[in-house]
């Protein structure tokens, strides 16, 4: 079993930068692939990045790359999104996921592949 939880939301303006954490308790995080997914009010769940156990390879949607920033430190048992050049499209409560899955674009960036998930952070970016 592993624990998810997230902090650093907040509400900022267009242009600002935020540094979302998930800190993962339980097993070891190192074992997992980590992701974070957001959803804005309305809409369906999103991916936006995800990380190999050891931090080797990213993936990002299309919408945040060049913005975002996934990392990881595995000693800390943290994942953190460093979110820059913020939009208010961005708006949405952001959500961690650690699984053990294979490391495929389709696979990783679909929820339902993730085992456990953070109880959420919102982010509200206004113009």
């Known amino acids: 079993q592993v624990q998810l939880v997230e902090s650093g939301g907040g509400k900022v303006q267009a242009g600002d930068s935020l540094r979302l954490s998930c800190v993962a308790s339980g097993r070891t995080s190192s074992n997992y692939v980590m992701g974070w997914f957001r959803q804005a009010l309305g809409k369906e769940r999103e991916f936006v990045a995800a990380i190999t156990g050891r931090g080797v390879s990213t993936l990002y949607a299309d919408s945040v790359k060049d913005r975002f920033t996934i990392s990881r430190d595995n000693a800390k048992d943290t994942v953190y999104l460093q979110m820059n050049i913020l939009k208010p499209e961005d708006t949405a409560v952001y959500y961690c996921?650690?699984?053990?899955?294979?490391?495929?674009?389709?696979?990783?960036?679909?929820?339902?592949?993730?085992?456990?998930w953070g109880q959420g952070t919102q982010v509200t970016v206004s113009s």
């Open positions: 996921a650690a699984g053990r899955l294979m490391w495929s674009r389709i696979v990783v960036g679909t929820g339902a592949s993730y085992d456990y």
